[in-house]
C-alpha cells in the first residue's frame, strides 16, 4: 500500500495552545482571498475562451 498523503497528528498537549488567534484567523483569510482569485481567474478565462 502506497504512503498516504495526508496523515493524521497528534493532538496537542492539554498545556500546548494552538497559537495566536490573530494569526490563525489571517491565515483563514489569506487562504480566502486566494481562494477567491484563483476562481474568478478560471472563471474570466474560460469566459474569453467562449468569445474567440
Do not use: C, H
Not at 498516504?4 to 490573530?22: A, H, M, W, Y
Amino acid at each position: 500500500m502506497p504512503d498516504p498523503v495526508f496523515r493524521p497528528t497528534e493532538p496537542l498537549p492539554d498545556n500546548q495552545s494552538e497559537g495566536p488567534l490573530i494569526k490563525r484567523v489571517l491565515w483563514f483569510v489569506g487562504i480566502a482571498l486566494i481562494s477567491m482569485l484563483v476562481v474568478a481567474a478560471v472563471a474570466y478565462t474560460l469566459r474569453s475562451l467562449l468569445f474567440l
